[in-house]
């Protein structure tokens, strides 16, 4: 089922009160877009754009281009990191945003999103304030990562 097609078909659903959850289907179209999409990384630096694309490349994924925007307004939205999503979405022409920042307000810890060109969220991750998990950045976002991308399918056989 195509991407689109699977969205709609889960809206009608939903609208009708018929919707019993998630199917297999839906995954797959997920998966589908995932693995055809132009994706980008909004960030100041390059850091996370490189791990982001090490676990990307693991599923033979495209690797993601570096989206170079200050992103700083957004810690001043609610959501901090769906706003710097929503920011590549407008500044870029990418079908998949994949962004990383603060879940809410600070100390809330941090939110990775993966979001298509319509805004629409395709899968998350997040993580405890760092001050709690003591990882490194690094480390943080490989593990966001492959974490966002089991959400919705993708095999592993490495733990997270």
């Known amino acids: 089922m195509a991407f689109e097609e699977s969205i709609r078909k889960a809206s009608i659903q939903s609208y009708e009160g018929t919707r019993k959850g998630d199917t297999i289907e839906e995954i797959r179209a997920i998966q589908d877009y995932i693995r055809g999409a132009k994706i980008v990384v909004p960030n100041k630096n390059g850091i996370k754009v490189e791990v982001i694309n ?16 200050n992103t700083n307004y957004a810690d001043f939205s609610r959501m901090p990191a769906i706003a710097k999503a929503m920011i590549a979405v407008d500044q870029s022409d990418a079908d998949l945003v994949i962004a990383r920042g603060r879940l809410g307000i600070p100390g809330s810890g941090s939110l990775m999103v993966f979001m298509d060109n319509k805004s629409r969220i395709l899968t998350a991750a997040s993580s405890p304030s760092h001050v709690i998990h003591k990882q490194s950045l690094e480390e943080t976002v490989y593990k966001e990562t492959l974490e966002a991308l089991k959400k919705v399918g993708f095999e592993c056989d490495e733990d997270i």
């Open 54 to 69: 090490e676990v990307l490349n693991r599923f033979d994924i495209p690797s993601a281009e570096y989206l170079q925007v």
